[in-house]
């Protein structure tokens, strides 16, 4: 089988290539990823010489390069991962997640019906259900929640999943959404909440907390969501959208609390600043529908990722050093100056 991944030097889409080379090494995977910020091909460094992967540079928005790929590797299964995905860059610059979120999404489907390609996966977010109030614990997430979006790249997610469930009816793509909520885990761009903390506490710098970070997010291990993907890809029903959740619910603070803790750094390390305009309260998923059709449930109690997640950090200094300084982008050029 071949499988095209896009985004795939990107957080999510670097562990679902691992995982599905790991579990399926016969088949064949193709990362097209157009190395933006948050792409980083130094962290596929372990599998690039492998027969049956193959990288290309492309944007999911340059229509002729996704044909061309199509047209050379005839693909089963696409997985787009593709995606800004960055809240506070969408408020800053809202057109960018419009183009890649949504005209990339619907120039990789124009390619799946061109192609014949057999199923065709959106990874969303739950961000695109809005968010639930604190004082409501019982109140979560399901496949039926409308969607109510708060930010620029919640909203051109939104889109986007609006976009493959009207190629599914209109065209028959056969298609398949999922939405996650909050990933963790080894590769984790250092922008992002946790990995961002790990390392400022490591240099015992400010660890900066949107407004009193009484802000609760539902985290789930990445190798957890990528199990779910692997299972939705599988045995989904054509045509659905199945929630990830982890169950593992904490407030920001809590979070930063825990990570200073783990590293033994005080708790005065941490500075609330200014909160994100439109910042969410809660998000929780209740992932039922993917329980009881698949059979899928998390698989790690955030009390142990997130000791994982550390040691990484701390085993793997050179990888994000290297995102830090910006030496990461010159990585593609030293893989494909000679070839």
């Not at 739950?126 to 109030?133: A, M, N, R, S, T």
């Not at 963790?184 to 390392?199: A, R, S």
């Not at 979070?255 to 910042?279: F, M, N, Q, W, Y």
Request: net charge negative; hydrophobic share 35%.
């Amino acid at each position: 089988m071949i499988r095209v991944v896009t985004g795939g030097a990107g957080f999510i889409g670097s562990n679902f290539i691992f995982h599905m080379m790991d579990k399926y090494p016969d088949d064949r995977l193709v990362c097209i990823d157009s190395l933006t910020y948050a792409g980083n091909l130094s962290t596929l460094k372990s599998v690039m010489d492998k027969e049956n992967f193959r990288f290309e540079k492309i944007d999911i928005r340059d229509r002729d390069a996704v044909y061309k790929l199509f047209e050379e590797e005839k693909p089963d299964v696409v997985i787009n991962f593709a995606a800004e995905s960055h809240v506070d860059r969408s408020i800053e610059n809202p057109s960018i997640f419009l183009e890649t979120n949504i005209m990339g999404t619907s120039i990789l489907m124009d390619a799946c019906i061109k192609y014949n390609v057999g199923r065709y996966h959106q990874v969303s977010t739950d961000e695109v259900y809005g968010d639930l109030p604190l004082d409501r614990p019982d109140l979560f997430f399901t496949e039926e929640t409308p969607i109510h979006t708060s930010s620029p790249y919640s909203s051109s997610k939104a889109g986007a999943d609006l976009l493959v469930l009207a190629y599914h009816r209109t065209y028959g793509l056969p298609v398949t959404i999922s939405r996650c909520s909050n990933n963790y885990g080894p590769y984790h761009f250092p922008e992002k909440l946790i990995p961002l903390m790990i390392i400022n506490a490591l240099h015992d710098k400010d660890l900066p907390v949107y407004g009193a970070g009484e802000n609760v997010r539902d985290w789930l291990y990445v190798e957890d969501h990528c199990k779910a993907i692997d299972l939705i890809l599988q045995k989904g029903r054509i045509g659905e959208v199945y929630n990830i959740g982890g169950h593992n619910e904490k407030k920001n603070i809590d979070i930063v609390k825990i990570i200073c803790a783990e590293l033994g750094k005080p708790e005065s390390l941490i500075k609330h600043v200014t909160d994100r305009k439109g910042h969410d309260m809660r998000y929780a998923i209740d992932p039922t529908k993917i329980h009881s059709e698949l059979g899928w449930l998390p698989e790690t109690k955030f009390e142990d990722g997130i000791k994982k997640t550390i040691k990484w950090y701390l085993d793997n200094e050179d990888w994000w050093k290297d995102i830090i300084s910006g030496e990461y982008q010159k990585y593609y050029e030293e893989m494909y100056s000679n070839r």
